[in-house]
């Protein structure tokens, strides 16, 4: 439990910085984000998430599986991944610690771990190591991998500059934010309509 506890305190410095939500965000592609589909896509879906957010890992579960069929895999969007870490206690903690397994996974098995971490969000707030080793496991990385992993100190602080630069120069301090062609939708939960209603006006 004291890597996680490292993990949290590196990430609670970040914690002051995304309270509130401001709005804004931003669609140029960097080379720290994640992301599927044709990046030639006429539109780009930007979200700002944390794996530790409930919020996120409701939109996760009862949309993403439709949007990512509908879009992503027939590459009509661009979609962009990007990492916040929001709220208090152990969901700063599992995100911390959650966003730095999957970024040691590497880019082709990001998002199963982010999936999977999603998928056993409230088990891994009430076992956090558990959960967290259990899921690394399952993408092949041993214990060893592991707490190597989510102890490393230049990690944390990259994780940290990559929220701090989302919230202070993408203006986006709440979870989940989409930003769908530079127009950034009211932070929170958003069904698929509401994301088909704005992919439209996008030209999508």
Request: hydrophobic letters at 40%; aromatic letters at 8%; proline letters at 3%.
């Amino acid at each position: 439990m004291l890597r996680m506890k490292v993990a949290l305190l590196m990430a609670l410095t970040m914690f002051g910085a995304a309270a509130c939500s401001k709005g804004g965000g931003g669609t140029a592609l960097t080379a720290d984000d994640m992301d599927l589909g044709n990046p030639q896509a006429k539109v780009t879906v930007v979200e700002y998430a944390s794996v530790g957010c409930p919020v996120c890992a409701k939109w996760q579960r009862e949309v993403w599986p439709a949007f990512k069929a509908k879009y992503v895999d027939t590459n009509k969007v661009h979609y962009v991944f990007r990492e916040m870490l929001v709220g208090a206690g152990p969901e700063v903690a599992v995100a911390a610690s959650g966003f730095l397994l999957a970024r040691c996974a590497g880019k082709d098995k990001y998002f199963a771990v982010t999936d999977a971490i999603f998928t056993s969000q409230e088990q891994a707030f009430q076992a956090p190591r558990e959960t967290l080793l259990d899921v690394a496991k399952s993408v092949g990385m041993t214990e060893d991998g592991f707490n190597k992993c989510t102890s490393d100190e230049k990690a944390m602080q990259a994780l940290n500059d990559r929220v701090e630069h989302h919230s202070r120069d993408d203006h986006v301090n709440s979870t989940p934010t989409f930003v769908i062609n530079g127009k950034t939708l009211e932070p929170g939960y958003h069904t698929l309509d509401e994301i088909d209603a704005a992919i439209k006006a996008a030209g999508g």
